[in-house]
């Protein structure tokens, strides 16, 4: 069996844990030590517990706190050559902690868990997403992504389990007060997914074995929850509350595939 939770997602600090048997994977790391602790223990893990965790990019709600927990823990980073420089010129790369790089062209096995790295367009260095199986379920994160690609929605089809990024509303980025640059950024082809861009990719995937889908990286000032998640549903022909929701507060909670 495959489960995974989320401690948080938004801009202010992502975190899931996918487990499958003993195999605990963080993804992600962009909440303060002690705060990513407090919520692991809201989900009955302990830090030990934690095999590794894998980041995405650099960007500091996902890659900024990562060694942090990995050097109080003793826990191994995984990630690409082009994160791992981003986050070394900006000193975050500590010394001792164990790095294994990976790259958007192979898979890996971290104890029970395959793990397959896709690239996606975001503006960082190497940013990567990932699938993770127990052999069985395949569970899907997207977040951090501009625009979908042919590649992201072949390696996402058929999974059974799907966390999508659904960042924004357009009308609402639009109308609010971002500055013009940062509104440019953030609706570009390496900024972030909107709503209808997140019901595109979904109504683009194969769907057959879809249990649980749920909307992540809303933003607070540019997005509704149920915005995002009449979105979802609307690829799927399904009831919004079906749909789960990742929230920045609380996360999610443990979900099986
Ligand atoms: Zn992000
Ligand atoms: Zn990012």
């Excluded at 602790?37 to 990562?66: C, F, N």
């Excluded at 082009?82 to 010129?89: C, D, N, S, V, W």
């Amino acid at each position: 069996m495959l489960r995974f939770a989320s401690l948080a997602s938004g801009s202010k600090g992502n975190c899931l844990v996918a487990q499958a048997d003993g195999t605990v994977l963080m993804l992600d790391c962009g909440l303060a030590l002690r705060e990513t602790e407090r919520r692991l223990a809201r989900l009955g893990l302990e830090p030990a517990q934690v095999s590794a965790i894998l980041v995405t990019h650099e960007h500091g709600d996902h890659g900024g706190r990562a060694f942090d927990f990995a050097a109080a823990h003793g826990v191994t980073v995984v990630l690409t050559h082009g994160t791992a420089e981003a986050l070394r010129q900006e000193g975050k790369v500590l010394d001792g902690v164990k790095l294994r790089y990976v790259s958007g062209m192979e898979k890996l096995a971290l104890g029970g868990i395959e793990v397959q790295p896709f690239t996606v367009p975001h503006d960082a260095r190497e940013p990567v997403q990932f699938v993770f199986s127990d052999g069985a379920a395949r569970l899907g994160v997207l977040t951090d992504i501009g625009a979908s690609t042919v590649h992201v929605e072949q390696v996402l089809s058929g999974v059974d389990a799907l966390v999508l990024e659904c960042n924004y509303d357009a009308g609402m980025l639009a109308a609010g007060g971002y500055p013009r640059w940062l509104k440019e950024r953030i609706a570009g082809p390496f900024g972030h997914l909107d709503n209808l861009q997140a019901e595109h990719l979904l109504g683009a995937l194969e769907r057959s074995k879809l249990k649980h889908v749920i909307g992540a990286h809303l933003s607070q000032q540019n997005n509704r929850p149920e915005l995002a998640r009449a979105a979802l549903a609307r690829a799927l022909g399904c009831e919004a509350s079906w749909i789960g929701l990742a929230t920045q507060d609380d996360g999610f909670d443990w979900r099986s595939v």
